[in-house]
């Protein structure tokens, strides 16, 4: 059990690390493109189990701390800490410079950037010819990291989310770990609806506090409905890969799922080690930002 500071409340030695243990679970399908995939309902619980024994010791105690510490007052208390958007004043290029400084204990000669990564994920949909708005979430779907150069632990950060207010669906990974979650000892959030209603729509539930939800805050006046819903939802793996909490949506949310769906590939699966040529994308990438942004964000 780590007990310096440090490690308490950074226990990745970088974020990728979370990523890297998604792609284990959700390996790529075979044919190497990035089609989109489909939820698998025959993918058992006990799938899940051999992945948990299987986790680096990091990543596991990452997981006990954020399944630990996402409370729904915590949530609460963390939207009004951050959604007053009253931190910065930043154009996204300054955000993605920004997140850059993120750096963590990875090798520097091997690990691309945060910036690397946003760059690769928007030129793969660039090249599968899809619109603009689509590319553009790309190179922002993870703007919300900045979090962590806020001061936020990872466990606040980065992870899958999933409702609080309402019942741990059994297909958490580490499922386990809500045991010691408060909430856990509330009858109220403990039945299958918790404090919602059925079909409630996504936009009444709250997820566990991250990187996801406060972009989302950041970027909702500026971008058509299936970016903001890739941008809200990418991390929502419980639904959007094992299509749990389907009676917590609403029609419009099953609908815009499709997106979050085709979105999740390029998110997992296109880091290579080629760097992109910063220099030569940044024409394209400045025009598309002006075609959806204005000059400065609130964030
Ligand atoms: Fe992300
Ligand atoms: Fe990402």
Redesign the pocket.
């Given at each position: 059990m780590p007990n310096d500071t440090k490690t308490a409340n950074a226990p990745l030695g970088n974020l990728e690390e979370w990523?890297d243990f998604l792609k284990e679970r959700y390996p790529e399908n075979g044919s190497g493109d990035h089609a989109f995939q489909a939820i698998d309902p025959n993918k058992k619980k006990e799938e899940f189990r051999n992945y948990e024994t299987t986790a680096r010791p990091s990543v596991r105690e990452f997981y006990r701390l954020n399944h630990l510490h996402q409370t729904f007052d915590f949530v609460q208390a963390k939207r009004r800490e951050f959604l007053s958007l009253k931190r910065r004043e930043m154009s996204i290029w300054e955000a993605l410079e920004f997140l850059n400084t993120l750096v963590d204990d990875s090798d520097p000669d091997t690990d691309l950037s945060q910036l690397d990564?946003l760059l690769q994920?928007a030129e793969q949909i660039r090249q599968d010819g899809h619109p603009r708005w689509f590319i553009l979430t790309g190179l922002i779907?993870?703007l919300g990291k900045i979090l962590c150069l806020f001061g936020e632990p990872q466990w606040a950060v980065v992870g899958d989310t999933f409702p609080v207010g309402c019942v741990y669906s059994d297909r958490i990974v580490f499922h386990d770990y809500f045991s010691e979650n408060p909430d856990s000892r509330e009858p109220r959030y403990q039945t299958k609806l918790g404090i919602y209603r059925e079909q409630c729509g996504l936009d009444n539930v709250f997820l566990s506090w991250g990187h996801d939800e406060y972009l989302y805050q950041v970027t909702k006046d500026y971008l058509p409905s299936e970016a903001l819903y890739m941008i809200r939802y990418?991390s929502f793996y419980p639904a959007h890969r094992d299509g749990e909490y389907d009676y917590l949506m609403n029609d419009q949310d099953r609908a815009m799922f499709k997106w979050v769906q085709s979105f999740n590939p390029y998110?997992l699966y296109t880091k290579s080690h080629e760097r992109p040529n910063m220099k030569e994308l940044r024409p394209f990438y400045d025009d598309l930002i002006k075609e959806f942004f204005p000059p400065v964000l609130k964030w």
């Open positions: 990523e990564h994920t779907h993870d990418h998110d």
